[in-house]
């Protein structure tokens, strides 16, 4: 599956992109292969691991966002993302991360959606204001926030 924006295609996750992710040398964290082993065992993870953010222009993978899970009884899921770090500050997150949100709402089920940010990461807690997420408690380390729908 493939969520389209202005700049971006979102792609899901799965073995066809493993000669892509190869091909670019993308390694951006653990998350893609950890989740392309969970698919083998259960096809139902698909949409709530790691989708890829790749560029229109030139077809680079330049990021990859996604759930930390399946929605748990109350319906909230945990959403996380991650851009190399040249494609920071360019309004690439905001726009992958938006365009996944929009996805999320359209699901059966879905009632909140949650983050987290280090306190010191403005870029990540600019990126969860603009998409109307709401800081809803604060540790010595992290900032938690969600969006209710």
């Known amino acids: 599956m493939k969520i389209e924006t202005e700049r971006l295609i979102i792609s899901t996750c ?4 493993i000669p892509m992710l190869n091909e670019q ?4 964290g653990p ?11 259960d096809p139902a993870v698909l ?13 680079k993978i330049i990021g990859d966002l996604g759930f930390k ?16 770090e040249e494609y920071w500050s360019k309004g690439y ?6 365009a996944l949100v929009d996805w999320a709402w359209k699901q059966d089920g879905i009632h909140k959606i949650k983050a987290e940010t280090l306190v010191d990461n403005q870029e990540s807690i600019r990126v ?3 998409i109307g997420m709401k800081k809803v408690a604060e ?3 992290m900032v938690y926030w969600e969006i209710t729908g």
């Not at 989708?51 to 077809?59: E, F, H, M, R």
């Open 14 to 17: 799965t073995e066809d992109v």
């Open 47 to 59: 949409y709530w691991g790691p989708w890829l953010a790749i560029l229109k222009a030139g077809d």
């Open 93 to 98: 997150a905001t726009e992958a991360v938006k």
């Open 31 to 41: 998350q893609v292969a950890n989740h392309l082993k969970q698919l083998a065992e």
């Open 25 to 28: 040398q993308y390694e951006n």
């Open 139 to 141: 540790s010595e380390e």
């Open 128 to 130: 969860l204001e603009k």
């Open 69 to 84: 899970g399946a929605p748990d009884d109350k319906g909230a899921v945990e959403i996380g993302y991650g851009l190399l």
